[in-house]
C-alpha cells in the first residue's frame, strides 16, 4: 500500500493498493545471506510495484502498471525513560 500522495492525477494516492514486482537493492548493500529474514543496512533504491488501479501510460521497459516508488526515510526523536533517567533516541522509519 502507498502511504503518501506522490501523484495524484495518476492514482498513486495515500491508500493505493499494487503488489511489490521487484525490490531493488541499494547499491552498497552487503553480499545477502541464505536466511528467510534479511535485516539490510540501506533501504532499497526502488521498488517495482503494479498497481491495482491507475491511469499511469506504461513506462518503457516495464510492463502495464507497474511504476517504481524510492523509499523515504523519517526520523523522530522520543525520549524514554533508562534506570530512572530520561535519555533521548532518534528512530528512523523506512516509508513508501
Known amino acids: 500500500m502507498v502511504t503518501q500522495n506522490i501523484e495524484t492525477d495518476l492514482d498513486i494516492t495515500n491508500s493505493a493498493h499494487g503488489t511489490i514486482i521487484n525490490i531493488v537493492l541499494h547499491q552498497n548493500k552487503p553480499p ?54 530520561a535519555q533521548k533516541c532518534t528512530i528512523v522509519r523506512a516509508t513508501t
Open 32 to 85: 545477502l545471506p541464505n536466511k528467510n529474514t534479511v535485516e539490510l543496512v540501506h533501504i532499497p533504491s526502488y521498488i517495482l510495484i503494479k498497481l491495482d488501479r491507475t491511469h499511469i501510460t506504461q513506462l518503457q521497459a516495464l510492463p502495464p502498471s507497474v511504476i517504481p516508488i524510492e523509499p523515504t526515510s523519517k526520523s523522530f526523536m522520543i525520549t524514554v525513560n533508562v534506570e530512572g533517567k
